[in-house]
């Protein structure tokens, strides 16, 4: 969903950038809250680059149409709303930077429809879901579920009302609206389920680096007597033997292999705001990215005429600049911690796994 240059108005484009900026110092006032761990820097700029490396994956839907993860709610579940914010932030500058995909005018319309609209409707509703639901591990997957697949139709709809203040075309705003609540609904089905595998696979290797799943185990019980009873300390399971190093080799093995390998068999159809767009004539004034001459433009390195070798490599320089772009957005933003300032609780947490539950988890 990266709106290109031309579909919104000057103004509204410049009120858009106000309010991403303003969501950007937001997220980094409230990252240094989250990035509380030696390690949680380098974690959260390994989820933007897995994020990068995902997108890239466009998977078919209907008609002609492709979708691909927006990543709202997996960066705000695995690091927190404010940290998750940052990775997509990060992420939309990487791609309209260096790979012309998404516009230099509409960088705040990106930001704020997909950054600070996704995270805070599917974070929002993460944290009501997991209240109301049992303390278990399969509440926080299904919890991650529905939470993810909301939030695409939801930044949809920001999208089309964005389009109504300050759309360049004429097309009546309620076409918009169904058009891209229709095919969005049916790409937030695939974003839960990659946002949802994505965030499981963490959780049952070490749930203790998932913000979102923080304080939700309970106690290890034992049964005595056809009775459950708290262990005692001696008898609880040691920390979780996969080290915090291995998590972020695999993650960044699993990030280079995406974008560099399987990025080749994505679907080439036009993705549900393209598609939407080209249906119902939005893009008639669209203009040529600023950065159509980049050396990595559409996702290719120029001149290289292997098309596998060319996509290849330039999704790994993507995964990489994204992966020392956003580390040292958040190593900046942690150190950035004003004397005194209690980090978040949760973000306390992290550094030690918490007690596991036998019949919770």
């Known amino acids: 969903m990266h709106v290109p240059?031309?579909?919104?108005?000057?103004?509204?484009?410049?009120?858009?950038?106000?309010?991403?900026?303003?969501?950007?110092?937001?997220?980094?006032?409230?990252?240094?809250?989250?990035l509380g761990g030696e390690r949680t820097a380098p974690l959260a700029?390994?989820?933007?680059?897995?994020?990068?490396?995902?997108?890239?994956?466009?998977?078919?839907?209907?008609?002609?149409?492709?979708?691909?993860?927006?990543?709202?709610?997996?960066?705000?579940?695995?690091?927190?709303?404010?940290t998750g914010m940052l990775c997509i932030a990060v992420v939309l500058l990487m791609q309209g930077v260096l790979f012309a995909d998404g516009?230099?005018?509409?960088?705040?319309?990106?930001i704020t429809v997909m950054g600070g609209v996704t995270v805070l409707v599917a974070y929002g509703l993460f944290r009501a879901l997991v209240k109301v639901l049992p303390r278990t591990r399969r509440s926080v997957t299904a919890a991650t579920f529905v939470a993810a697949l909301v939030s695409v139709p939801a930044s949809a709809a920001a999208f089309t009302l964005i389009y109504a203040v300050g759309g360049t075309t004429d097309v009546p705003v309620g076409k918009v609206l169904a058009a891209m609540l229709?095919?969005?609904?049916?790409?937030?089905?695939?974003?839960?389920?990659i946002t949802t595998a994505t965030v499981g696979a963490v959780i049952a290797v070490r749930p203790d680096l998932v913000y979102g799943a923080r304080g939700l185990t309970a106690p290890l019980k034992l049964r005595v007597g056809g009775e459950l009873v708290d262990a005692a300390p001696a008898a609880r399971p040691a920390p979780a033997a996969?080290?915090?190093?291995?998590?972020?080799?695999?993650?960044?093995?699993?990030?280079v292999l995406l974008a560099g390998f399987?990025?080749?068999?994505?679907s080439a159809n036009p993705d549900?705001?393209?598609?939407?767009?080209?249906?119902?004539?939005?893009?008639?004034?669209?203009?040529?990215?600023?950065?159509?001459?980049?050396?990595?433009?559409?996702?290719?390195?120029?001149?290289?005429?292997d098309a596998r070798l060319s996509g290849g490599l330039a999704g790994t320089i993507g995964v990489g600049a994204t992966l020392a772009l956003g580390t040292g957005v958040f190593w900046a933003a942690r150190r950035r911690r004003t004397p005194g300032e209690p980090a978040d609780d949760s973000a306390q947490q992290q550094a030690r796994p918490a007690p596991r539950s036998r019949e919770a988890l």
Do not use: C
Request: no cysteine; aromatic share 6%.
């Open 5 to 34: 240059d031309g579909f919104i108005n000057a103004p509204v484009s410049a009120a858009a950038g106000l309010v991403a900026a303003g969501a950007v110092a937001a997220g980094l006032r409230g990252a240094r809250r989250e």
């Open 45 to 82: 700029g390994l989820v933007a680059a897995f994020i990068f490396a995902v997108q890239m994956l466009n998977f078919p839907v209907a008609a002609g149409t492709s979708g691909h993860l927006l990543g709202g709610a997996l960066a705000a579940i695995l690091v927190g709303p404010w």
């Open 103 to 110: 516009g230099l005018t509409a960088l705040g319309v990106n």
């Open 182 to 193: 229709g095919v969005h609904t049916l790409i937030g089905i695939g974003e839960a389920a």
């Open 242 to 255: 996969v080290g915090t190093r291995k998590v972020w080799a695999a993650g960044l093995a699993v990030s």
């Open 262 to 266: 399987v990025s080749f068999h994505a």
């Open 272 to 305: 549900g705001l393209e598609k939407v767009a080209a249906d119902h004539g939005i893009d008639s004034k669209v203009q040529e990215h600023a950065a159509a001459d980049s050396p990595l433009a559409d996702y290719g390195v120029k001149d290289l005429t």
